[in-house]
């Protein structure tokens, strides 16, 4: 053995190199023989190291290759050589993978003929034991069709061998060997192979496995013939049955790998057949659809896609309606609505951790085929990208029951931020324009002639997405991707429709309310939301509850995501009261009344942003036309009733009172409190019923006089005259005479003499028992408005101020150290004039009386300003419960969660609501 090295090396440059058995080498044949039978002859025993003889420099491979293909008459030696090789060594080295390579791939025939010889040999002989079961069955398959009619031969040998040895049963009828056509020998070896496969499905693992392996290494001649000896593994067998022996996504690895590498022009196309088997088992095409989508999902690979589109293509032109139903069908239960249930590597829970080495079980190196190309930070409908070509691959398919829910998941996902995934969302709507209506509609149709524009404008909008990706923000609540959405989302409604799919709008829109409510993805949330907006839906009572009991899960919360898509909602409701509310709606009367509880739920909240949404969303309802009807008063009466039963409630206009203490928020506030003049005298409003004209006409008054100007005084006309009529009709005559004075612009004297008019009449009719309240929400405008409106609100406050004298009240002892505040701020904003003004004033009243002013809080804002609880988001629940209404809702199920963050300012008598 310690020689044996020295002697390998002094060989391999002569004999290895084949020089001293090819003809002509000067060597007698005599000694060519005597010289091969010796290295033949020490092939085995205590001296051969077998690893140091076909590894390293490999002198024995090129040895007995040389003989096998130049020297004929070795060729019994050969075959002698490499049973022994494999008698010695068993499987445990690499000489039993070297004959195999040699038996599948050699393109030589007596190459090949003599390695199986040897190789047939051993195993019979050793009753199988060099040569395990899955082998032994693979290679006798694959050699059954062999041009050679000897291997043939032998194959037939050795797989009646292998089952009697072990089944301990005679075989079945064996094909013969005898036709040299290549086509007949061909079909005779898939029909055995065929024959086998039905008999032996426990030996589905071990023969899939083994042949995927040797397809991989194999030049392409040869991978023709181990797919003749694959396909009948796999035709009409159900993966699930096999499950135990291989996995069915270990299966569809393989063939995915081979399909990708091998299948291509040039290549080894007809590998799609082995996908094509499948087809006769449905449970298999849920299989493939399945690990399409999750590895697509997990990959993250362009490349993957690629090949995944094309075999379901291929699959779908045999059967359309199997294939695109499963995959339709997977679509429904992807992670976009829910979070995603895969387990670590993408696979399936019971999914054995994929091994890309080794032999049993082997598994192909997918990971380096398909290298991640695709990064992104959103999740995306992996199943939408494998069914973008199936639409243009089979339009007789019948995609309308599919099309809301294609349509909507397209639409969402138009503006993600990856090019490729936006694209294919692209090219899917394309598709269904140009398949489904362009084909089908006749060529001067309106239907056809708006899918021709919409596939213009999609061809020259191809190099970027149709409107880019973003948010609303409580800094950024105007979008204008939701415009272009929302445009598109008309246009491509109406093609449908003018193709006469009149209920598109009705299930697009049960669709889309689906994903706005249920997504746990904020951006596919708030954009179903912009597409609900465009498809101009007809409101009904299930559709607010569940938008309502949704905003009730999110409001007041810190996170931004949940701050955004509240907004979202909250501009849902604004448009909804603009625009789906009509004549034609006759659930109307309905649906304001809850909207408006909804907005005054929201009111309760501590977030500026969502405050100041619902003041808008307020504005609208009560500006409505429907919004005076009858029905409509009756059943917020009924709400409102049920609203604030559960215990105390300070009413709407402490709520809004709210927004004069936000600098951002005042004037929306003031512009709010304009449209509920109307509503002053409402106990919703103000529940003490001495409040709401006094403070509402207060808190205006600083608008009026700011725009005396008679240039400007047209801003205000309108809010002079509803203060007018509102003063009237509560018994207050002069008042309302001045005011309409100023509206008809018929008042003589200055803006200073108007103002101390107003205020000292104001002060005569309106301040017994309010006048404190007013002068604390003054004073709370004073330290919060705008330095443009400041100068007005001090010159209305000096007003009241000095009216206050005559009337002798000792209500500046209890807001006197307030009001010294707030000029003690307005000196250090160097307003000089507006605090010498104040301070002026406040000289006059303080002379008048005797005492310290105390520093009170403005009383009629502690309740409305002080920290909240977090019930009032259970009142949002309240609204959505159908026994309130005119007519019942059926129950949504769920309950209301609480939030982390800052909440929503309630009362806590609504705590133990029922949510929707």
């Known amino acids: 053995r310690g020689s044996n090295q020295s002697?390998?090396?002094?060989?391999?440059?002569?004999?290895?190199?084949g020089l001293g058995v090819r003809p002509g080498s000067g060597v007698s044949r005599e000694l060519q023989l005597a010289a091969v039978r010796a290295i033949c002859s020490l092939c085995r025993g205590a001296v051969f190291d077998a690893a140091l003889s076909i590894r390293g420099p490999s002198y024995l491979k090129l040895f007995l290759h040389e003989v096998m293909l130049h020297a004929p008459d070795m060729l019994p030696l050969c075959e002698r050589?490499?049973?022994s090789l494999l008698q010695d060594t068993g499987s445990n080295s690499g000489v039993l993978e070297w004959v195999l390579q040699l038996c599948y791939s050699s393109p030589h025939v007596k190459v090949k003929r003599t390695a199986f010889r040897a190789l047939t040999n051993v195993t019979l002989s050793s009753h199988f034991q060099t040569v395990g079961r899955a082998q032994a069955l693979t290679i006798g398959l694959f050699m059954a069709g062999d041009a050679d009619y000897e291997s043939r031969h032998l194959a037939h040998q050795l797989l009646a061998a292998a089952e009697a040895d072990y089944y301990h049963q005679q075989p079945e009828e064996i094909l013969p060997?005898?036709?040299d056509v290549p086509q007949l020998y061909r079909l005779e070896q898939e029909e055995l192979t065929l024959s086998v496969a039905q008999r032996h499905p426990e030996l589905f693992g071990h023969c899939f496995t083994e042949l995927t392996r040797l397809f991989?290494?194999?030049p392409t001649e040869s991978q023709h013939q181990i797919l003749r000896c694959l396909v009948p593994w796999l035709d009409h067998r159900s993966l699930e049955s096999v499950q135990s022996q291989c996995h069915p996504f270990h299966v569809l690895n393989n063939l995915i790998y081979?399909?990708?590498?091998?299948?291509?022009?040039?290549?080894?196309e007809d590998v799609i057949v082995c996908w094509v088997g499948l087809l006769n088992h449905a449970d298999n095409v849920r299989a493939i659809v399945t690990y399409l989508v999750s590895q697509g999902s997990e990959r993250d690979s362009a490349e993957f896609f690629a090949a995944g589109k094309q075999v379901l293509v291929a699959l779908a032109r045999i059967q359309p309606q199997l294939v695109i139903g499963t995959l339709l069908d997977q679509m429904h239960r992807l992670e976009l609505l829910t979070t995603s249930q895969l387990s670590p590597k993408g696979l399936p829970p019971g999914v054995p951790q994929w091994r890309e080495t080794g032999h049993e079980g082997y598994v192909c190196p997918t990971s380096i085929?398909?290298?991640?190309?695709?990064?992104?930070?959103?999740?995306?409908d992996s199943a939408a990208i494998l069914l973008t070509n199936l639409v243009a691959a089979c339009p007789s398919y019948d995609w309308s029951p599919a099309l809301p829910f294609l349509l909507q998941t397209l639409f969402v996902g138009l503006d993600h931020p990856h090019h490729f995934i936006s694209e294919h969302h692209r090219q899917l709507l394309a598709n269904l324009l140009n398949s489904y209506v362009y084909v089908q509609a006749e060529p001067d149709s309106d239907a056809a002639q708006q899918a021709s524009a919409l596939l213009n404008r999609l061809g020259d909008k191809s190099k970027r997405p149709l409107w880019p990706f973003e948010d609303s923000t409580p800094l950024q609540t105007e979008l204008n991707s939701a415009l272009e959405l929302r445009y598109w989302v008309t246009e491509v409604l109406q093609v449908f429709v003018s193709h006469g799919m009149n209920k598109m709008q009705k299930l697009w829109c049960e669709e889309t309310l689906r994903w706005a409510t249920l997504s746990t993805v904020r951006h596919y949330a708030s954009r179903s939301l912009h597409i609900l907006c465009a498809l101009q839906p007809r409101v009904s009572e299930a559709m607010l509850a569940d938008l309502i009991s949704r905003l009730a899960d999110v409001l007041g919360d810190s996170v931004p995501e949940s701050q955004g898509y509240a907004l979202d909602i909250l501009e849902t409701l604004t448009y909804f009261v603009e625009h789906c509310i009509n004549p034609l709606n006759s659930e109307a009367s309905l649906i304001l009344p809850r909207i408006y509880w909804t907005a005054v739920a929201v009111l309760e909240t501590e977030q500026a942003h969502e405050f100041g949404s619902a003041m808008l969303l307020l504005r609208k309802i009560v500006n409505s036309p429907f919004f005076t009807e009858t029905s409509c008063q009756a059943l917020l009466q009924r709400l409102g009733d049920d609203y604030v039963s559960g215990g105390e409630f300070a009413g709407i206009m402490p709520l809004l009172l709210?927004?004069?203490?936000s600098p951002g928020l005042l004037r929306e506030t003031l512009s709010t409190l304009q449209a509920f003049l109307p509503q002053v005298r409402s106990p919703f409003f103000d529940p003490s019923g001495r409040f709401g004209l006094p403070v509402t006409v207060a808190v205006l008054l600083p608008l009026l006089y700011q725009h005396f100007d008679p240039a400007e005084r047209g801003q205000c006309k309108a809010l002079a005259h509803s203060l007018a009529d509102e003063l009237a009709a509560q018994q207050h005559a002069f008042l309302s005479r001045l005011v309409r004075l100023y509206a008809e612009q018929r008042y003589p004297k200055t803006a200073q003499n108007w103002i101390t008019d107003v205020c000292k009449y104001f002060a005569q009719a309106l301040f017994l028992h309010t006048d404190l309240a007013v002068f604390s929400v003054l004073i709370q405008m004073v330290e919060f408005a705008a330095e443009d409106l400041s100068g007005a609100v001090v010159e209305v406050l000096c007003g009241f101020l000095k009216a206050l004298v005559s009337l002798k009240s000792d209500s500046y002892l209890q807001f006197g150290r307030d009001l010294m505040r707030s000029i003690v701020r307005l000196l250090r904003l160097k307003q000089w004039s507006q605090a010498f003004a104040l301070l002026q004033a406040t000289a006059l009243v303080s002379a008048n009386h005797r005492g310290v002013p105390m520093a009170a809080a403005p009383l009629l804002l502690q309740s409305s300003t002080a920290t909240p609880g977090m019930s009032r988001r259970n009142s949002l629940n309240l609204l959505t419960d159908g026994s309130l209404a005119a007519s019942s809702i059926p129950p949504n199920g769920g309950g209301s969660s609480s939030s982390s963050g800052g909440g929503v300012g309630v009362n806590a008598h609504a705590a133990a609501a029922a949510a929707a």
Not at 7 to 17: D, H, I, N, P, W
Not at 369 to 379: G, V
């Open 7 to 17: 002697l390998g090396a002094s060989v391999a440059e002569y004999l290895g190199s």
């Open 81 to 83: 050589a490499l049973e």
């Open 177 to 179: 060997v005898e036709n």
């Open 216 to 218: 991989v290494a194999a």
């Open 258 to 268: 081979m399909y990708t590498k091998f299948g291509g022009p040039g290549g080894v």
């Open 369 to 380: 085929l398909f290298p991640t190309t695709i990064s992104h930070c959103l999740p995306f």
């Open 658 to 661: 709210k927004g004069l203490t």
